[in-house]
């Protein structure tokens, strides 16, 4: 486990492709538990460690997650999830390079509660939610081209979902199109950075997480420093 900010209220955690944030019908240990017994063993804490999941990351992404050490920490993380009010950054590999170089997306989604997948519209149809999006390609490759993307909305696998929908699934993303999986069961979709203030200090945090150890992941990591 990679911690990547950590004060009395707040740590921020480097989440690994497969790691679930919280526990589910797997019965897999949870991202949340990892952290409490990262912090039980760090503190000698006796009984029970508090760690409060502010939001989460599908299994197969990775990046930036926050959890709260205290109650007072997770009732204003939540409220600020609510109104928007955390910067987050995501980068995106995807084969099929999209049309503009930068775009802003705007689609009307709905959720499959069976298939666990979300349907883009291009218009608005009974029960679908508004999803908004901003892309811009920062990198390319020979056969991939990396896009740095901005949510205006919080929907169900929305970057997943309207990045299919132009054309350009992310690598990896079998469930959205991808030709083929990745070897470790990844998608390319990490949480690149997380800005806010901090909801009891009032400091300005800043965080970045470190992309996956892929040499594609590596080599758009190392270009984007470069320029």
């Not at 029970?48 to 599908?58: M, P």
Request: proline share 5%; glycine share 4%.
């Amino acid at each position: 486990m990679t911690v990547l900010y950590e004060d009395n209220h707040i740590i921020i955690i480097n989440k690994l492709p497969g790691e679930i944030v919280q526990g589910d019908k797997t019965g897999d240990k949870p991202l949340s538990e990892i952290v409490k017994d990262y912090l039980k063993d760090k503190y000698n804490k006796p009984g029970n460690v508090f760690c409060g999941v502010t939001h989460r990351l599908d299994r197969p992404t990775s990046g930036v997650v926050i959890f709260a050490k205290t109650s007072k920490a997770l009732s204003r993380l939540n409220e600020m999830f609510r109104k928007d009010s955390i910067d987050k950054v995501y980068w995106a590999i995807v084969k099929n390079r999209p049309s503009k170089i930068e775009d802003k997306l705007v689609h009307y989604l709905i959720k499959d509660e069976k298939k666990n997948k979300s349907s883009a519209f291009n218009t608005e149809k009974p029960n679908t939610k508004k999803a908004v999006m901003h892309y811009k390609l920062i990198s390319t490759s020979q056969n991939y081209s990396l896009l740095e993307v901005n949510l205006e909305t919080g929907r169900h696998h929305q970057i997943r979902c309207q990045l299919a929908k132009i054309g350009s699934p992310i690598k990896g993303d079998l469930k959205y199109g991808a030709e083929r999986s990745n070897p470790d069961g990844s998608i390319s979709l990490h949480a690149r950075s997380i800005s806010f203030i901090h909801p009891v200090s009032k400091v300005k945090i800043e965080v970045t997480a470190p992309v996956p150890m892929d040499n594609l992941w590596k080599s758009f990591e190392e270009s984007v420093r470069d320029r």
